[in-house]
């Protein structure tokens, strides 16, 4: 049960909100939370091996197991399934495979009807999968709601609608103000646009967990806390080294993501960053009553720096995103993932929208690396002869779109021309970003002008025209 609602001196309540928290992902504390599987020791051979135990590589794994009961496929995961992204995410599972219509149309504009027919048939596989499998992952196809919290934010998003409408996607709706605080009600919000049916919400690492346990049932070897070191070609195969052992394979799928890729050509495409979220404890009934929200979508808000946030099973509200936090040097640590400027940052903005929940405690704090890349989509790819393919560059959209990943990769290791591979998404790359120190320089730039534009009507500066026109950007 939430605690009653306590008043807190003025300007005292985002911190005192966060006195309580937990520093660790909320999804990761289950108590159902399956125990790790013993490391590799030793030589493996297998038809195809799959490197990252996120949902990258359990959806490849699991759907070349469809595709092939015979094949005899092996994933080897560094630390523990589901421990990383996977885990940590929002839960926010998008048919988009192309981070928004925007982006879409900016990006592949003669293709974006066949991109959101195949990303729509994703989503729809994996809601099947989830029943298919009984993977008890608190899946709610409830869609997304983009906000306008700024008078300029409510002509774009009837811009989207209007390109949604023409695309022939009945999906959306937009939503004046007070049909939008019908359904959720904040004194910041202004418009939205309701996608109905491209967005499900679900808990991240009981997903993982399900991959997990239905890989295992269709045969599959995984290996735990067992981190690929190193890759090489190996007669007609590939070898990859692991800290006990090697694996022997014919093919090799890595979904590695924000990780350093064991192909080094790949690496300059992608930048981790890290996210970072809270989670409030449960709310009452009269806080629910005050919010509504009985339709339990997720939202985001239109701004670069823009806020998701959803209501889970069990009535939390999870809020996050807003910074955008890059290394210099682009390392992936675990001391990153706590971030408090970020946690007071969001606390006050968390009670800027939602006033009439003032005296709710956030329960849980934590961040962790995604991988971005130039044109906020993934790309994919192949090496070592067409023996390796990777698929990378998510840029929040994992959750869904790794499953489509999956496909492709199965689809270039197998040497098939589909209408995936046919795309020119997946025929083209996007542009590497520079080497440091000019990579901290240009993303250091590339937020103050982001913040800049959201606080002067969404007004672009010369930096951000020149990033759009050369089609090299930066999002979280």
Sequence with gaps: ???????????????????????????????????????????????????GGGYSGLWTALIAKERDPQCDVVLVEGAEIGWAASGRNGGFCAASLTHGLGNGLARWPHELAILERLGMRNLDAIEDAVARYGIDCAFERTGEID?????????????????????????????????????????????????????????????????????????????????????????????????????????????TNAFPSLVRRIRPYIVPVYDHALMTEPLSDDQLAAIGWRNRQGLSDSNNHFHYFRITADNRILWGGYDIVYRYGGGVRAEYDQHPATYEKLARHFFRCFPQLEGLRFSHSWGGAIDTCARFAAFFGTAHAGRVAYAAGYTGLGVGATRFGAEVMLDLLGGERTERTALEMVRTKPLPFPPEPLRWAGIGLTQWSMTRADRHGGRRNLWLKAMDKIGLGFDS
């Design 1 to 51: 049960m939430a605690r009653a609602a306590m008043p807190y001196p003025s300007g005292a309540s985002p911190i005192r909100a966060l006195s309580d928290t937990a520093p660790t992902p909320f999804w990761l504390e289950d108590p159902d939370r399956p125990a790790a599987l013993p490391a590799l020791v030793g030589d493996e051979t297998c038809d195809l091996l799959v490197v």
């Design 147 to 255: 906000i306008a919290t700024e008078p300029h934010q409510v002509a774009e998003l009837k811009e989207t609608a209007e390109d949604a409408a023409r695309l022939g996607l009945d999906r959306h709706r937009f939503l004046d103000r007070d049909e939008l605080r019908a359904e959720v009600d904040s004194p910041t919000f202004l418009a939205g646009l309701w996608d109905r049916d491209g967005v499900a919400m679900l808990n991240p690492a009981r997903l993982a967990w399900g991959l997990k346990r239905a890989c295992l049932d269709l045969g599959v070897r995984v290996y735990e806390r067992t981190r690929a070191t190193a890759l090489a070609s190996e007669g007609l195969g590939m070898a990859v080294r692991t800290p006990y052992g090697r694996v022997f394979a014919r093919r090799v799928a890595l979904g």
